[in-house]
């Protein structure tokens, strides 16, 4: 079964730091690029980074570029999201999700349950 | 970036009604175009890639269909499992979706 799972998240206060990883089982990790998708409480879907099946290439959302670093250890079959100068505006639920290719645009085809993080002081 | 815009951004129907939704981008996004499923409290679930293909394991009363620019999400019979938001999302770039439509039972 494709699993994605997610942790690393919580309560951290504005302009703190957060990593985030999501181990990836039951399909060939290296195979596939990977993404993060964030929903704000009661809001829609905003993509915010993707990293190619190498981990060659990033590619990044505005709203979080230069701040947030995404990562893939192919050793490990897990995806990382380091997250530093975060807001309030940054609260959401983060997920994990795996590409339908090795292309980092493509269809999100698997998804994570979720990890929360809440910035506040 | 390329824009997406849902219609309605909500909706309310009977059980075995026919649901269609609409999602446009702001440019020409060929078949770029994906749809999501996602139930209160849950991760989305894609339903439909390339703008018409059915994903694996997904009814078949879901339907997409359009490219360019006009796409169209149809249930063919609304079933009580089906009450969600659903979201479309572009590939053509770096991806963007909807604001989302929500289906409630009336």
């Known amino acids: 079964e494709v699993q994605l799972v997610e942790s690393g998240g919580g309560v951290v206060p504005p302009g703190g730091s957060l990593r985030l990883s999501c181990a990836a089982s039951?399909?060939?990790?290296?195979?596939?690029?990977m993404s993060w998708v964030r929903q704000a409480p009661g809001k829609g879907l905003e993509w915010l980074s993707a990293?190619?099946?190498?981990?060659?290439?990033?590619y990044y959302a505005d709203s979080v570029r230069g701040r947030f670093t995404i990562s893939r250890d192919n050793s490990q079959d897990t995806l990382f999201v380091q997250m530093n100068s975060l807001r309030a505006e940054d609260t959401a639920v983060y997920y994990c999700a795996k590409m339908g290719s090795h292309s980092a645009v493509d269809a999100f085809d698997v998804w994570g349950q979720g990890t929360l993080i809440i910035v506040s002081s | 970036d390329i824009q997406m815009t849902q219609s309605p951004s909500s909706l309310s129907a009977s059980v075995g009604d026919r649901v269609t939704i609409t999602c446009q981008a702001s440019?020409?996004?060929?078949?770029?175009l994906n749809w999501y499923q996602q139930k209160p409290g849950k991760a989305p679930k894609l339903l439909i890639y390339d703008g018409s293909t059915l994903k694996t394991g997904v009814p078949s009363r879901f339907s997409g269909s359009g490219s360019g620019t006009d796409f169209t999400l149809t249930i063919s019979s609304l079933q009580p499992e089906d009450i969600a938001t659903y979201y479309c999302?572009?590939?053509?770039?770096?991806?963007?979706f909807g604001p989302g439509t929500k289906v409630d039972i009336k």
């Open positions: 999302q572009q590939y053509d770039h770096l991806p963007t």
């Open positions: 039951g399909f060939t990790f290296t195979n596939y690029a």
């Open positions: 990293i190619s099946y190498s981990g060659g290439s990033t």
């Open positions: 440019q020409d996004i060929s078949d770029y």
